[in-house]
């Protein structure tokens, strides 16, 4: 059989700090915006994806910062990989993996977000997992901001909308960059750049008055303000690569959109029109900038017609212009359909809602899947900006059951992956250069979206329930043997 991938392929896995750290005011760490949001028990599955149960509204978030009320915060203990951090890495070398992506607590090394010098203890905790990683042999992908903003930004400043957070961002990638520098080996200033718009509370920091949670559309009043925080954290993420070419020009950086792969529903050729708009609206626009280094004209004449203005310093364009990324991720868990009819059936998607495709089948959580979407989106990002490509997530959201002797049997999951590597290899004989793919959530973890622990990502099970009950040991699943397998055979063996 042929094998595609690289020689050098970094298998791997993937977390991000608020939903498996836990330890949320320990080691002087500062409260952040994943740690107020409060989970939502008891309402029917395909109901926590309605815009009244996700959105952050003033009220929430007054009751998350006084702590009152009933609301239970599951970010607030996540995995317990704060106390189980060096267990956990075994067990992902165990698994062989060649690559770890983690992200750091932003308030964990700067607890308020604008202090002068950053919390010792919060360097200490990050350095440890660094030498563990270290100590087996295993990479690191380090993501500088998965959602999770300092709250006292957001309250003094008001979170990305206010130029003043590049400078607050700045001053914290600064202390990354020279902290860890011979640790890490791809930096990603900001994950998913592209949820600000999708969920802007996650991405920008952006808490909306209670009466937009049962709107169709809660951000209707917001763009002007949404784009604004963006093209702050453009700003940010290239004056990053600044920093870090400067400390030493070998530093790879990334970039990362969630991508959702739109199909025209027909072939009329307004269904296609509405599919290419929607893949440039709302993905290729941020790797446009951040990649390309400038606003795609197509986002210009967006700008005017919708009477959005994007106030810029003179030296932003140059700034865009001159720090670009060294290759580019995505995040890739379902593919959806482009249409105009607005009766076409609905189900649920990363970070959206998605236009049911009749051909392909969905996971529990009603997810498309879609390995060769993955192909088609391998082969069009690759064409668009001719630099290394890497999945930063992908992978398989399950109610899994852990047995009384301890084991986990998730076929489906092996399933969803063996489709998918079987794509990624296709794709990497079309030509494309793929450097790694790290499996989202490898650890179970609190998903972000609907903040449960019962959609579980993981080849290694955690035994803690929605409300963090459990003894929160790990358990390997039968997918923890399996993926081991394929990274041994890079990605030979499938079987
Ligand atoms: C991505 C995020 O959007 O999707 C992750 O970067 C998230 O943080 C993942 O967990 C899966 O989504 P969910 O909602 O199932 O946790």
Redesign the pocket.
């Known amino acids: 059989m042929k094998n595609g991938f690289r020689e050098d392929f970094l298998w791997g896995g993937a977390t991000?700090a608020s939903?498996i750290e836990g330890g949320y005011s320990e080691g002087g760490k500062g409260l952040d915006t994943s740690d107020c949001r409060p989970g939502n028990f008891g309402i029917p599955r395909m109901d926590k994806i309605k815009w009244k149960n996700r959105l952050m509204t003033t009220s929430k978030y007054e009751r998350a910062l006084k702590t009152e009320g009933n609301d239970i915060y599951p970010f607030r203990w996540g995995s317990d990989h704060y106390h189980r951090y060096k267990e956990d890495i075994g067990l992902l070398a165990e698994m062989g993996i060649k690559i770890y992506r983690l992200s750091i607590s932003w308030a964990r090394i700067y607890p308020n977000g604008d202090e002068q010098t950053p919390n010792k203890d919060g360097l200490e905790f990050y350095k440890n997992i660094f030498e563990e990683c270290k100590k087996h042999g295993i990479k690191v992908y380090c993501t500088m901001l998965?959602?999770s903003i300092p709250v006292h930004l957001i309250e003094e400043y008001g979170g990305w909308q206010n130029r003043k957070m590049i400078d607050f961002f700045l001053k914290y990638a600064r202390t990354l960059l020279e902290e860890f520098k011979d640790y890490v080996d791809i930096w990603l200033p900001f994950?998913?750049i592209n949820a600000g718009m999708f969920h802007p509370y996650n991405g920008i920091g952006l808490v909306l008055d209670d009466k937009y949670a049962d709107m169709e559309d809660p951000f209707i009043d917001s763009r002007q303000k949404i784009y604004q925080a963006l093209h702050h954290q453009f700003i940010a993420n290239a004056l990053t690569i600044k920093i870090a070419k400067e400390i030493d020009p070998k530093i790879q950086m990334s970039c990362m959109i969630?991508w959702f792969c739109p199909y025209p529903a027909t072939c009329n050729p307004d269904d296609v029109l509405l599919a290419y708009q929607e893949q440039q609206y709302e993905c290729l626009f941020y790797t446009d900038v951040m990649s390309r280094g400038e606003y795609p004209r197509y986002m210009k004449s967006y700008f005017k017609k919708h009477n959005i203005k994007i106030e810029m310093l003179p030296e932003d364009e140059e700034i865009l212009k001159t720090y670009t990324s060294d290759m580019v991720s995505f995040?890739y868990y379902f593919s959806s359909v482009a249409t105009n009819d607005e009766n076409w059936e609905k189900t649920d998607g990363?970070?959206k809602r998605a236009k049911v495709n009749p051909y392909i089948e969905r996971s529990q959580w009603g997810w498309q899947k879609d390995p060769k979407g993955l192909r088609i989106t391998l082969n069009w990002l690759y064409d668009r900006y001719q630099k290394p490509l890497f999945i930063a997530?992908n992978g398989l959201?399950a109610a899994d059951e852990l047995e009384a002797d301890g084991s986990i049997h998730d076929p489906y999951r092996i399933e969803y992956l063996r489709n998918h590597f079987s794509a990624m290899r296709d794709a990497c004989e079309d030509g494309v250069d793929l450097l790694g793919y790290t499996m989202?959530?490898v650890i179970d973890l609190v998903?972000?979206?609907?903040i449960e622990m019962r959609?579980r990502y993981g080849t290694i099970y955690v035994d803690a329930d929605d409300e963090g009950n459990g003894t929160f040991n790990r358990y390997k699943k039968d997918s923890f043997y399996w993926y081991k397998k394929v990274i041994a055979s890079n990605g030979q063996d499938l079987e």
């Open positions: 991000s939903q998965h959602y994950n998913e969630a995040s990363n970070l997530e959201g989202w959530g998903s972000c979206g609907t959609k």
